[in-house]
């Protein structure tokens, strides 16, 4: 993501070895909130941020990118949902390298057909480069993105498991995009490279709004409203923010913050509401330091809650 001029991403070179297996949701059953919607789990979402990390950067040429795929693959399909992988070939601007990405779009059917389905989002892959370093020797090195990409796709990796067990309201489409973080500083569009191209081949004509969570996962998380989301979908946006004061949720703040350019905007782009969830105050980002200690369950658990309200409840 980037905010006014500023490029933004993910972190830190790390662990190696083979990928973890997805921890399995299925030997613990969701526990019933009072609401509408089952109980958002952050102590297990917050594990599935640590094994994402566990697997090393995910940059695109990496082996931490390899490993995700089968994680994810594994996962997903281990919960029953209609799993397709969204395969596609980026050139590399500065050398024409071919650079093989893929994004997964999972697909929950819901319950009322006449309700237009939803997109929830967050980018998987981690960034090549800490450009925000001042040594050259770490600058040059890929990050491990534990807020900046693992913290998204934790949340998404519950919302399965909770879809899984009870089905939306509406149709729900869980989105991980890939080569967000790709781009070099100076060049935006060798950014949001996975949401570029699922805005060209949206899975469905008829979405209703599509939710973006990017740095959900600090533990001192601050969510204001992002700007260029309240410009495009004032009115949903508002809403969105206003189920989560409802739910006593005062992480989400109801003032103006930053203008980030990130997922959402190749997709409003299109026409399409696509609001952005992103604490954007974040000392670690695009450096080694962002790593799963910087996070915590709780933030996790904020957000999750939030998202699991739209799911089982839907907006007015």
């Not at 024409?96 to 939803?118: A, H, Q, S």
């Not at 990017?214 to 260029?228: A, I, S, Y």
Request: with cysteine; glycine share 8%; hydrophobic share 40%.
């Amino acid at each position: 993501m980037i905010q006014a001029l500023i490029l933004a991403a993910s972190l830190i070179s790390a662990a190696t070895g083979t990928a973890p297996e997805a921890s399995r949701p299925a030997s613990k059953p969701a526990s019933k909130s009072s609401g509408a919607e089952p109980a958002f789990d952050s102590t297990r979402a917050f594990r599935y941020l640590k094994e994402q990390c566990a697997m090393g950067p995910r940059d695109p040429e990496g082996e931490g990118h390899r490993r995700a795929i089968g994680y994810f693959t594994a996962y997903f399909k281990g919960l029953g949902l209609t799993f397709a992988p969204q395969a596609f070939v980026h050139a590399d601007m500065a050398t024409g390298k071919p650079v093989p990405l893929t994004n997964f779009i999972i697909t929950v059917p819901g319950k009322d057909p006449r309700r237009k389905p939803v997109v929830f989002c967050a980018h998987w892959d981690s960034r090549p480069r800490a450009d925000q370093e001042a040594s050259e020797m770490l600058s040059t090195r890929p990050i491990l993105g534990a807020n900046d990409g693992a913290s998204g796709v934790a949340i998404l990796m519950e919302l399965g498991n909770l879809m899984g067990k009870k089905p939306p309201l509406q149709t729900v489409y869980l989105v991980l995009f890939d080569g967000e973080d790709y781009g070099r500083e100076g060049n935006i569009e060798e950014y949001f490279l996975g949401a570029r191209w699922f805005a060209d081949n949206l899975p469905a004509a008829n979405l209703d709004y599509v939710l973006l969570m990017d740095m959900v996962g600090d533990k001192d998380l601050h969510l204001p409203m992002e700007q260029n989301s309240l410009k495009q979908s004032p009115d949903i946006t508002t809403q969105i923010w206003a189920r989560a004061k409802s739910l006593g949720l005062s992480q989400f703040e109801a003032r103006p913050g930053p203008s980030v350019l990130d997922d959402h905007m190749p997709i409003q782009a299109k026409g399409v509401h696509a609001i952005d969830i992103i604490d954007f105050e974040y000392p670690a980002w695009h450096t080694q330091g962002d790593t799963p200690d910087k996070c915590s369950a709780h933030s996790l658990g904020v957000v999750g809650k939030l998202v699991a309200s739209l799911a089982f409840r839907g907006l007015p």
